[in-house]
């Protein structure tokens, strides 16, 4: 079979090289990882008309359609024009051109779980902030790894990702409510960080320095004492990374950030990544992006133009802990080490 | 005759009547409730017409006007102490045909068992005065016609919210006047006459029985369902047990208060006795323990009525779906069932 393919040019087009020559995948976003189901009966007629029958669940909520030739691949990003305008236009207000496919690689879906709309122990609507998201990091050939995830536990695993947004919530303690009953303390004990003690007349003393903010307190209360603050908080966790080389789980870059202060921080990414790279966008995880810049430069570019809440806290240096699957993997000679910001 | 009265006359009528009343009805509190982004409807003041919550349950009863959770009895020195001081101000208490039933259980609770009245309830329950609200529609967790507690004759006021505000009807002299000169419109009030669901009340004929139904294996089942949180008897509207716990102030060792804190059977050590000895050590004989007071032991103590009312908060807040009129039926036919084998 003669063939003479761009893969590269395809790639943009977030259409994956298959081993079977001639053959692609296509990868549709899900920001948020919530849509319409009626999405999945367009899904399942691109799958069985142009795919090879089957379906994959995208490691990132991506939905897959495996088996694709390249031929038909016109027809196919023909096909999704509607999906792209309703998904990517309308639901998350995304600026761009759906008449032939995808304008860059989208399979760095912003992941959701599934958030307060359902989950008892959510601390915020995860896919309102995905849609809000989307147009701050899509469509760019500056890639993200984006997950967020409705309270501390992190179901998301925003630990493993460029950027992980967790849900916190500042808990009020209504004194005059409490039964002394101890759930709050045993749940916090149990679930989260063991924050909650009794005072000597049964009520409820706190160390509100190690609170990771899950609301569990709130959720096993009979009573009613312990309530969320109404404003959403967020941690923010970055440089998380899986890879062959150095996986690493993300640490605390901010805490207790509102949602506007997030948004303008994920807002200034496009920034950061054009001046480390010099704006010669390459597909690389973020946390290397970091790592080339170092946390201060990330820390000072990323909170520009930022005014931050009270209540946030921002770390002043992040140690992250590599498993380097090759022993002193960093340890290079100087002229290998990677460049950020202008190339000369 | 009754009184119509929009929603702005009914706030200044609140407004004339503040000077002598303390008016309290449900109050909506937006986000407090158990999981994100949900609400709470329980007991406050109100000061406009618009803050009463007609379209919900309240989450919590009206008992927390009379009895709150946490109240301080009285504060001591040394060799002295005071009672606390209570307002001086009639309570104006906006709640259903079932809470007014709940109120004389907790009258006779407070007022008649053991031959002597709790002062600390008194003074504040000789100033309340009842606004029925009408409710003929109820909730999926009501049963209060099953419990014959649908009607009620015990108000100074009813009230019937519609589309053109509030009309009341107001047979108290002494809240009368205070109506008068507002538009006069034919109302009587209407009662519920039947809730979706029905319950079986049953009727256990002998000490043999009683002790073969503890015994019944319908028990277990809370071990594996109930957490023992308590939530159901926090939101009861008959439940009154408390227990004192001493604030010694931190300063001063001699000095401090003694406090009246809400307490419930369902959480364990709720029976614990000096050399620690435990009645009911598990979530099933606590359950069991609730349900026959409710429906069978304070009935056989004081005669005319079961102390439940069915007004079903108890299932309402549950946060493992344990229904109570599930439960009571399943008594039920336990009873049955061993009346039965008892036969044969």
Redo the contacts between chains.
């Keep these: 079979m003669n063939q003479d393919i761009n893969i590269k040019k395809l790639q943009k087009n977030c259409w994956r090289q298959s081993k079977v020559p001639g053959e692609f995948m296509l990868q549709m976003r899900v920001p948020g990882s919530m849509i319409s189901a009626k999405h999945l009966e367009r899904v399942q007629y691109i799958c069985q008309t142009w795919g090879n029958g089957n379906f994959h669940v995208g490691m990132r909520h991506t939905l897959n359609v495996p088996g694709v030739k390249y031929e038909d691949i016109p027809a196919v990003n023909d096909y999704i024009s509607e999906y792209l305008e309703e998904v990517e236009c309308d639901m998350c207000d995304v600026d761009m051109e759906t008449d032939a496919g995808y304008p860059t690689i989208g399979s760095r879906n912003i992941m959701a779980c599934i958030g307060n709309t359902h989950c008892i122990l959510a601390n915020y609507n995860t896919q309102d902030l995905a849609r809000k998201l989307e147009p701050l990091v899509f469509p760019s050939h500056y890639h993200i790894k984006m997950s967020l995830s409705g309270c501390p536990n992190d179901c998301g695993k925003g630990h493993f990702n460029d950027f992980g947004i967790v849900g916190i919530s500042k808990m009020v303690y209504h004194y005059e409510r409490c039964i002394g009953c101890g759930m709050c303390i045993d749940a916090c004990k149990k679930h989260a960080t063991g924050v909650l003690s009794f005072t000597e007349d049964k009520k409820i003393a706190k160390d509100t320095c190690c609170c990771v903010g899950c609301g569990e307190c709130a959720t096993v209360c009979p009573a009613g004492a312990w309530t969320r603050r109404p404003t959403k908080f967020f941690r923010v966790l970055v440089g998380g990374r899986t890879g062959k080389q150095s996986p690493r789980m993300g640490k605390t870059f901010l805490n207790w950030v509102t949602e506007d202060v997030l948004l303008t921080v994920i807002g200034n990414w496009q920034k950061f990544s054009a001046w480390v790279l010099d704006h010669q966008p390459v597909y690389m995880h973020g946390g290397h992006l970091i790592d080339m810049a170092g946390y201060d430069k990330f820390k000072e570019m990323m909170l520009e133009g930022v005014t931050l809440n009270p209540e946030a806290t921002v770390a002043q240096r992040i140690l992250w802990t590599e498993t380097e699957y090759r022993a002193q993997i960093n340890v290079i000679p100087l002229s290998e080490h990677p460049k950020a910001g202008p190339r000369k | 005759m009754g009184y119509r009265l929009s929603y702005p006359e009914a706030d200044e009528l609140f407004r004339k009547l503040s000077a002598e009343y303390e008016i309290y009805a449900p109050k909506l ?9 949900t609400d ?1 409807v ?1 007991y406050d003041r109100v000061k406009r017409a618009e803050e009463i919550v007609w379209d919900r349950k309240s ?2 009863s009206a008992k927390e006007v009379v009895s ?3 109240q301080t009895i009285f504060y001591f020195t040394e060799d002295e102490y005071r009672e606390s001081r209570t307002g001086a101000k009639k309570l104006l208490i906006f709640l259903r045909p079932c809470d007014i039933n709940a109120f004389e259980h907790q009258d006779k609770i407070y007022l008649e068992n053991g031959g002597i009245a709790d002062v600390f309830y008194q003074r504040v329950r000789d100033r309340v005065r009842f606004v029925l609200m009408e409710c003929t529609e109820g909730w999926d967790t009501c049963f209060c016609v099953s419990m014959g507690a649908n009607r009620t004759n015990d108000y100074s006021a009813a009230v019937r919210r519609d589309e053109n505000g509030l009309l009341f009807s107001v047979p108290d002299p002494e809240l009368a006047p205070h109506f008068a000169g507002n538009r006069e419109e034919p109302f009587e009030v209407r009662f519920i006459e039947q809730n979706d669901f029905t319950v079986e009340i049953p009727e256990i004929p002998n000490k043999d029985v009683l002790n073969k139904l503890k015994k019944h294996p319908m028990w277990q089942e809370f071990n594996d369902r109930c957490i023992s ?3 159901c ?3 009861c509207s008959t439940c009154t047990c408390f ?1 004192t ?4 102030y931190d300063e001063n060792a001699h000095a401090g208060e003694r ?1 009246r ?4 059977c369902q ?1 364990a050590g709720f029976d614990c006795m000096a050399g620690g000895h435990e009645f009911r050590t598990t979530a099933a004989d606590r359950m069991r323990y609730r349900v026959l007071h409710k429906v069978h032991d304070y009935k056989a103590r004081f005669g005319d009525f079961h102390m439940c009312v069915g007004c079903g908060r108890c299932s309402a ?1 549950c ?1 493992k779906f344990i229904s109570f009129p599930a439960t009571i039926n399943k008594m039920a036919a336990a009873i049955k069932e061993i009346v039965a084998a008892e036969r044969q």
């Design positions: 509190f937006e986000k407090q409730g158990r999981y994100s982004d709470i329980r989450d919590f709150p959770i946490t949180c308590g939530s008897t926090v939101a227990t716990v001493d604030k010694i406090r804190v809400a307490a419930s959480v807040r946060p």
